[in-house]
């Protein structure tokens, strides 16, 4: 029997720290009683060995064992390359 692990698609929201980044996946959901439907962005953290992936890039992630307090997930594969515009100095 094969055990098959969560996946995610999201994208990149940081990517400040060390060996880790923070994505963000979208969810829509409808409101129970008053039926109007609203978006939440869930963040992960998530493992990254080489440090690949940038802001903006459109990533797959794939549930691991524990890697620390809140890093539970590692990086799969990246999709599309996202391009950050750079801040424009007056």
Do not use: F
Request: glycine share 6%; hydrophobic share 35%.
């Amino acid at each position: 029997m094969e055990i098959k692990n969560k996946t995610r698609i999201g994208h990149v929201i940081s990517d400040k720290m060390e060996k880790t980044i923070v994505v963000g996946i979208d969810v829509v959901k409808r409101h129970p009683l008053y039926k109007k439907t609203y978006r939440r962005t869930m963040k992960y953290l998530v493992h990254d060995e080489k440090n690949e992936a940038k802001i903006g890039d459109m990533i797959e992630i794939v549930e691991c064992r524990p890697i620390s307090k809140g890093k539970y997930w590692r990086l799969s594969k990246i999709i599309t390359k996202g391009h950050i515009v750079a801040a424009q100095e007056a």
